[in-house]
């Protein structure tokens, strides 16, 4: 038997083998300090065995995700939403560092703009304000990833799985949650 988490990685490999571009992406929702959802696109990465997200620690969603986040992905091609609860890891920093070098060359320089101009998400004046703020980083030779670049591992805890494929119409919908090392299965009213 597949666990969930295996189920949702063949999910998504047939998703991606149809040409789905959500394939790449999810949606997270974290909430703000004022009690606001927040919720925004991300790359869904995968190292190794585990999925996995990267973000600049300037962002408010680094200090949201410790009091909690939740994941969605829908993929047209195979019809089949998922919502997951997860808790995370940091990514070993050298993993993120070798990564990073990977970048094209503006997200790079957005990376060193948070650090030394101002942290990602805050106002600024005039897109001309940040090209010149950009243009005028000193920047380290080679270029190096700055430690505020970082990485978590998504560790599921919930995961529920909604198919829309059922012919009838009845979609298929049920919730895994962990409890201890095993999967306990729920079908959902979908
Ligand atoms: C297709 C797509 C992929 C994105 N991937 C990432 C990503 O991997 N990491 C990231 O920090 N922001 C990514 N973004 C930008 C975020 O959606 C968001 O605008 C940015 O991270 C600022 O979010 P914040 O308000 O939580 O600080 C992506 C946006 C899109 C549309």
């Known amino acids: 038997m597949m666990s969930p988490v295996e189920q949702f990685q063949a999910d ?39 999925l996995a997200l990267f973000m600049h620690a300037s962002s408010p969603k680094w200090q949201q995700l410790p009091h909690g986040g939740s994941i969605n992905t829908y993929w047209p091609s195979i019809e089949i939403q998922y919502r997951m609860r997860f808790t995370t890891q940091p990514i070993d920093p050298a993993v993120v560092a070798a990564s990073w070098q990977y970048r094209p060359d503006t997200p790079k320089r957005m990376d060193w703009f948070y650090d030394l101009q101002q942290p990602q998400s805050t106002t600024i004046g005039s897109r001309a304000e ?40 009845l979609h298929d919908r049920r919730r895994y949650t962990l409890t201890g090392a095993e999967w306990l299965e729920e079908v959902l009213v979908p």
């Open 130 to 169: 940040l090209e010149q703020g950009l243009n005028n980083l000193s920047l380290p030779d080679p270029i190096t990833a700055p430690t505020s670049a970082c990485g978590l591992l998504i560790k599921p805890t919930m995961l529920e799985r909604l198919d829309l494929n059922e012919l009838s119409g």
């Open 12 to 50: 998504r490999t047939r998703a991606r083998e149809a040409g789905d571009p959500m394939a790449a992406v999810c949606v997270l929702a974290t909430v703000n300090e004022h009690g606001h959802p927040e919720a925004r696109t991300l790359i869904l990465r995968q190292v190794e065995e585990d």
